[in-house]
């Protein structure tokens, strides 16, 4: 009886075990099987354009023309500038409530930060739209522009359209803040107490304890989190379609309407009249899910090294 009870047993492990195992291996086949995909939709127009789609600011669907360097460009300009914004806060949210936070108050502050990550992206647009962007064509861009003389150097020239790169990035700056707080906030808690009581032992005040043992520490994991900050921004799409003007020009100014390829597809997919079009769009998707692949991937490394030194 206990003989059959072992092998009934035995059976259902093996099965488990099967099962779960598909279940790992559904998501990176599904991701092949993705990335597949869109690079056959994608390549009939990388093999008409070549690398002139990448570096071309001309997007033409009437002439049947394409060239994605406008939208290339402002993802990165907004993606980058809205780290910048984001960063410094989210990493002193962190430490604060890593390193400074009472008991009774870090859960609460925490649970507030975190809740950013679960507003949809269309009520930030909406936000952006009637609050974000009056208040930077009425208050921020004059002040830039006029008070602080800066309206003669290339970032800060031209009108105050409203709808900008600037209105972009900080839209998204506020939308990444989470992800980069959470991630760094997790890393910080993974560092050895005695890497904390050390530096506390030498004579370091709490500052120093901070800068000089605890963040240099962390720093790939610290940097892991601002990368898959990165990541989320690059492939951020109604929020920033609402905000950021959509015009197909590159500028240097951050006053400037732009496009980035997220909102370039959302604008235009279901508008392709005709298979090259939409074979254009399917390439800016390729080249925006690969840049995205890359950079989370990078972001998950570094982060996964700074746990397993605080686990070594």
């Known amino acids: ?20 195992t598909a279940f790992a291996l559904s998501i990176p086949l599904l991701l092949v099987l993705l990335a597949i995909d869109v690079a056959a939709a994608a390549w009939p127009a990388l093999k008409t354009f070549g690398v002139a789609f990448l570096t ?16 290339i460009y402002g993802t990165i300009v907004s993606s ?18 890593s390193e400074f936070a009472p008991a009774w108050l870090r859960q609460p502050v925490a649970f507030l930060v975190d809740l950013l990550a679960a507003i949809p992206s269309v009520v930030y647009g909406l936000w952006g739209i009637f609050v974000l962007v009056p208040f930077l064509r009425e208050r ?34 506020i ?37 000089g043992a605890v963040l240099p520490y962390a720093s790939s994991g610290v940097l892991g989190s601002i990368i898959l900050g990165l990541g989320r921004a690059l492939g951020e799409t109604m929020a920033v379609t609402m905000v950021i003007g959509n015009r197909h ?22 508008e392709a009249t005709n298979d090259l079009h939409l074979s254009a769009l399917m390439a ?25 030194q605080g686990q070594a």
Do not use: K
């Not at 072992?6 to 099967?18: K, M, Q, T």
């Not at 992800?179 to 560092?191: D, F, G, K, Q, W």
């Open 1 to 20: 009886m206990a003989s059959t009870s072992l092998h009934g047993a035995s059976v259902g492990d093996r099965i488990f075990r099967l099962a779960t």
């Open 56 to 71: 071309s600011s001309r997007w033409d669907a009437v002439d049947g023309v394409f060239g994605a360097a406008p939208a």
């Open 80 to 97: 980058v500038l809205a780290l910048l914004i984001a960063t410094p806060l989210a990493v002193g949210v962190a430490i604060f409530l």
């Open 140 to 173: 921020v861009m004059p002040l830039l522009a006029d008070r602080l003389h800066l309206g003669g150097t290339p970032l800060f020239s031209g009108p105050a359209y409203g709808p900008s790169m600037l209105a972009a990035a900080v839209i998204l700056a």
């Open 175 to 211: 939308m990444v803040l989470p992800y980069i707080s959470s991630v760094t906030r997790e890393v910080l808690m993974a560092v050895p107490r005695s890497q904390r009581e050390a530096a506390l032992a030498l004579g370091a005040t709490r500052w120093e304890m901070i800068w």
């Open 249 to 270: 020009e590159i500028s240097s100014s951050l006053f400037a309407p732009g496009y980035t390829m997220a909102s370039l597809i959302a604008n235009e997919f279901s």
């Open 284 to 308: 800016v998707g390729a080249v925006l899910l690969a840049i995205t692949l890359v950079v989370n991937v990078l972001a998950r490394w570094l982060v996964w090294r700074v746990q397993r």
